[in-house]
């Protein structure tokens, strides 16, 4: 039970990565509020994974959430921020309305939730961002979901260092593809060719994998680590030609 009487936050908590990471947190022994914008409960139930309405775009509702947590749980040890959204569209025909969304959502979601989690955490809180493979390199199509995971890699760093005279730690993971009902909707047939190939694994990760990377740099065994960026990528970050 490495997260035993923990409270975490996961945002994005309902679907896909996010809900891999309540349920394996869930099951290590924390109290989990799954933040999630299509969640319907405006108050905090019971249950080990408790949804709660959140918009990380929102001060606002960021604020709300987090002081409900404090109330119900009275504090708040972890927020794993897994909210997000994307679009592969070509750079020319990238309307402004679905950059400035995707940025929203991504990059000043999480400057917004993290921002409003770490106000309320102590020494020992650990916050993990969602970023992506896609924030690190040039991947066609994604100038908007590009450049706002880039940016929560840095937001993430800077907060890091900031946060460390109070001994919260902050960390990133940066995700290959995963098998989720975002990338479902995002990636066709041929998009999954592309993928498979310049995986070095040849496979799309499992949400649950980056669960326990998340569980990983949440708990003890990450006591030291901070400011770092976890690829759980099959290798594509390290790859460059390969055969066949
Ligand atoms: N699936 C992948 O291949 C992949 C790869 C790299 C990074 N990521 C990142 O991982 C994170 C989770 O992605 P996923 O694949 O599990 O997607 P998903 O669509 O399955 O889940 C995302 C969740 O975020 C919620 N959400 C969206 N906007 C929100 C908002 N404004 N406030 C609160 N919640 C909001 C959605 O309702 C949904 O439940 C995202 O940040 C995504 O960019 C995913």
């Known amino acids: 039970m490495i997260l035993a009487g923990k409270v975490a936050l996961v945002t994005g908590g309902l ?10 947190f869930a099951a290590e022994g924390a109290l989990v509020v799954a933040g999630d914008l299509t969640a319907t409960q405006e108050r905090l139930g019971d249950g080990a994974i408790a949804p709660l309405r ?3 775009a929102d001060p606002e509702s960021c604020a709300a959430a987090v002081a409900a947590i404090v ?8 927020m794993v921020n897994c909210a997000g959204i994307a679009r592969d569209m070509p750079f020319l025909d990238t309307p402004v309305e679905v950059f400035d969304r995707i940025i ?5 979601g999480s400057f917004l939730i993290g921002q409003a989690s770490a106000r309320v955490m102590s020494a020992g809180g650990a916050i993990v961002n969602i970023a992506s493979v896609s924030g690190m390199r040039g991947n066609t ?17 800077v907060m890091a260092v900031d946060l460390a005279e109070r001994g919260i ?10 098998e989720t009902p975002l990338v479902a909707a995002v990636h066709d047939a041929e998009v999954r060719g592309v993928w498979n190939r310049a995986v070095p694994l040849h496979r799309y990760a499992t949400p649950e994998e980056i669960a326990g ?3 990983y740099l949440c708990g003890p065994d990450a ?6 960026v976890l690829a759980v990528d099959g290798g594509f970050l390290a790859a460059g030609i390969q055969r066949g």
């Open 15 to 24: 679907s896909g990565i996010g809900a891999a990471v309540a349920a394996r």
């Open 169 to 178: 730690r902050v960390n990133v993971i940066a995700p290959g593809p995963v």
């Open 71 to 78: 109330d119900w749980h009275g504090g708040l040890d972890v």
């Open 54 to 56: 959140l918009d990380v």
């Open 141 to 157: 199509g994604r100038s908007a979901y590009g450049a706002s995971k880039g940016g929560v890699v840095t937001l993430s760093q």
């Open 213 to 215: 990377a998340a569980l």
């Open 223 to 228: 006591g030291y680590v901070t400011g770092h």
């Open 104 to 108: 929203a959502v991504n990059l000043r």
